[in-house]
């Protein structure tokens, strides 16, 4: 029965561009927004929203699902939020809203549905108001909700962004009581009046009365009235009544397939065993027996929540454990063939499915990772039994690459325990997977480049074993892993001019451009710091022509700009370090990528300061200095440096004295040769402009061996 009351107060309240309907469950909100947009016959988005979408990365990469089916002409998928994005989330934020709406076409409403899932301190909740600040003319946000508007989005209401559709608003009148009734079956008006009361205006409640009546038209007595209640208390009641009056096959049927999130036809087939599976959904739907179409989907069914709420807890009384485990382990391979991969995970856990979640995890790790879905991996991981978690070094060797960007120790704490495990099992691929993970939690960190001296080790022993790849880029990534170790910590090592062949050999070779560029961009990096910039720009400049020409990311665009600001910088090449820096810090703070943020802006300054331009090394300085409240501590290092240096220039050498002195300490705890050989040198200058000669020589001569060692041509000459 269409509301056409609601329909015209809907009409009113689009003229603000978001809708928030809440009210309780069985309400009729979803109904309403359904049956507005096909009343109007009205372009729609539907997201069915669920606890997931409390981890922002699912959200958008389900998000970006729904608009791809929204708009099929578009080839290029929506963005993902990957962990190079994660500390700028605002700006990811605004550019995927801005990128949705672009793709739809106006008159258009996007709908949110059960956003009360979400969890209270959810950050979507943030990303919600960030993206919806600006809404397109001709979009309509409507937000179905159990919940009041969250306080992070009450900014919205205050800028007359926002209107609301209360439970005030949905409760039904007497004519629509009235109406409702007339559909599902006759009764005597008096009768009708007693129901309308009793429902005090709530849909489910209604009509779980009409169908909870005896043969004699008498509604069964439930205590009290129910505003003495709470909705769930109410439902279960009469949903008991319902389900008592259906048939054993019907009864058999609604407890089996509650166990699915969603359903066609063939998965109640395929789960019940029932040929007459079809037939059967069809009369549940169209008698409203608590089933819905998903909007998004016209073959897909679900149970009103509450109703499937009370057939899962019924089937745990009805059905023994063993069958009740058998029936999850079919629901599951279900799901997982229609791709409802959250809700997999879900039974498995629910029905302590260990084995079911650990294939899981196996088969849909290094999806979930590109995806950007760290979290959720690593919340299934959690889920797990310590002993079965524990005996699988490739479960631990995925919780580490899980944690990687956001707890690096943690993860290498994980990647030295699979190493053990598969050096035990003489899995030689996974001994160099944990290699790889644990150099990047080290990098990551940046901390204690001493750290690298074992991997190192472990990492020559492995590559003397001939060692098979699958795959070039795996071969890639082990080659690269120990140069980049060999460069940072042991620039001294005999064979490193060898590993820089090869890193540029294998990645030649590839076709990923982005793994190409982040490759072979340390390379010149080595050259660079040996004081070899012909050779540096020689493997840059075809790196330069391979982002113009192909769909470089984010991170692999900025990584290219903040090491080619570097050379420019060191080269003396000041326009020209500033203009990189200016194309970097230009997609950074657009995409909201910022991992290399730190980095372009030190070249900055350091270009700046070079130039003898402090006004604008301040304006960098600045910069840094908002971004080092938590700082690495290899960023905090050079960030003392520059100070050190910006002081010198200043003829400061109180303070000069004191920031180099910092960045010296930091940097020998590091264990980072090249960096301690620049601080040494600016230590030096300091204390030779203090009049601590002596102290300035023993400086110089330390800088002068690590140069020597490493044998750059340019530390020699800055000696």
Not at 150 to 157: A, F, I, N, T
Not at 631 to 655: C, F, G, T, V
Request: hydrophobic content about 40%; charged content about 20%.
């Amino acid at each position: 029965m269409q509301r056409k009351r609601l329909f015209r107060l809907l009409d009113i309240k689009c003229k603000q561009p978001i809708v928030w309907v809440s009210g309780p469950p069985g309400s009729g909100k979803t109904v309403l927004a359904s049956s507005y947009i096909d009343a109007g016959n009205l372009q729609c988005l539907w997201y069915q929203a669920d606890e997931g979408d409390s981890d922002i990365a699912t959200f958008f990469y389900y998000m970006g699902l729904a608009v791809k089916k929204a708009s099929p002409h578009k080839r290029n998928p929506m963005p993902l939020l990957t962990p190079e994005y994660q500390m700028g989330v605002p700006a990811f934020t605004r550019r995927y809203f801005e990128e949705l709406f672009r793709r739809l076409e106006p008159p258009f409403i996007i709908v949110l549905d059960n956003y009360q899932e979400v969890a209270t301190q959810s950050q979507l909740h943030e990303v919600m108001r960030e993206g919806l600040s600006y809404v397109p003319e001709g979009i309509n946000i409507v937000i179905i909700s159990r919940s009041s508007v969250p306080k992070e989005l009450v900014r919205l209401r205050a800028n007359e962004m926002l209107s609301l559709v209360k439970w005030e608003d949905l409760r039904l009148t007497p004519e629509e009581s009235e109406g409702i009734i007339h559909i599902r079956r006759p009764v005597p008006v008096e009768l009708m009046e007693l129901l309308h009361e009793k429902a005090s205006g709530w849909v489910a409640g209604l009509v779980l009365m009409i169908e909870a009546m005896d043969t004699e038209g008498l509604v069964r007595q439930y205590p009290g009235s129910f505003s003495d209640f709470s909705h769930n208390e109410v439902f279960g009641y009469f949903a008991h009544e319902v389900f008592d009056n259906t048939d054993p096959e019907t009864q058999d049927f609604l407890l089996k397939t509650s166990l699915l999130s969603g359903m066609t036809a063939k998965m109640t087939e395929c789960l019940t065993g029932l040929s007459r599976s079809d037939e059967i959904l069809s009369t549940l739907y169209q008698e409203n027996y608590f089933i819905l179409k998903r909007p998004e989907s016209n073959n897909t069914y679900q149970y009103h929540p509450l109703f499937r709420e009370f057939l899962l807890a019924y089937a745990k009384t009805i059905y023994p454990p063993d069958k009740l485990f058998k029936l999850s382990q079919k629901a599951a391979a279900l799901l997982e063939e229609a791709g409802e991969i959250e809700e997999v995970a879900r039974l498995y856990i629910k029905s302590e499915d260990w084995q079911g979640l650990s294939r899981l995890i196996m088969k849909q790790a290094k999806l979930l990772i590109m995806h950007g879905r760290n979290q959720v991996l690593a919340q299934w991981l959690k889920s797990l039994p310590e002993d079965i978690f524990n005996s699988t070094p490739w479960l631990i060797y995925w919780l580490g690459a899980s944690r990687l960007p956001f707890d690096p120790p943690l993860s290498l704490s994980c990647f030295e325990q699979t190493f053990k495990q598969f050096s035990a099992q003489e899995d030689q691929m996974g001994m160099f997977m944990s290699c790889f993970g644990a150099i990047n939690a080290i990098l990551y960190e940046q901390a204690d480049f001493k750290l690298l001296d074992s991997w190192i080790s472990m990492l020559e022993d492995l590559f003397r074993s001939d060692p098979y790849f699958p795959s070039p880029e795996v071969k890639a990534r082990a080659i690269s892993s120990m140069f980049i170790s060999l460069l940072l910590r042991q620039p001294c090592h005999p064979d490193i001019e060898e590993w820089a062949e090869r890193v540029l050999t294998v990645s030649r070779c590839l076709q990923d451009a982005n793994l190409r560029i982040l490759s072979e961009i340390d390379v010149s990096l080595y050259y660079q710091w040996t004081g070899r910039f012909a050779a540096a720009e020689e493997v840059i400049a075809p790196l330069r022509n391979l982002a113009r020409q192909s769909q470089t990311t984010s991170l692999a665009f900025t990584t290219l700009k903040a090491f080619e600001a570097m050379n420019y910088s060191l080269k003396g090449m000041h326009e020209s370090c500033l203009a990189a820096v200016s194309e970097g810090l230009k997609v950074a703070q657009s995409t909201g990528v910022n991992t290399m943020l730190c980095q372009i802006l030190t070249h900055g300054a350091s270009s700046s300061l070079g130039a003898g331009d402090l006004d604008r090394a301040r304006q960098f300085l600045e910069k840094i200095a908002l971004m080092n409240e938590s700082p690495q501590r290899m960023n905090m290092s050079y960030y003392k440096y520059l100070l050190a240096w910006e002081a010198l220039l200043h003829n400061d050498l109180i303070n000069a004295h004191e920031h180099i002195t910092i960045a010296l300490d930091l940097v020998v705890k590091i264990g980072f040769p090249f960096m301690e050989a620049m601080i040494r040198y600016g230590m030096a200058q300091v204390l030779f402009g203090r009049g601590e000669h002596q102290e300035a020589a023993e400086n110089l001569a330390m800088t002068w061996r690590i140069g020597r060692g490493m044998k750059s041509h340019m530390i020699e000459f800055m000696c």
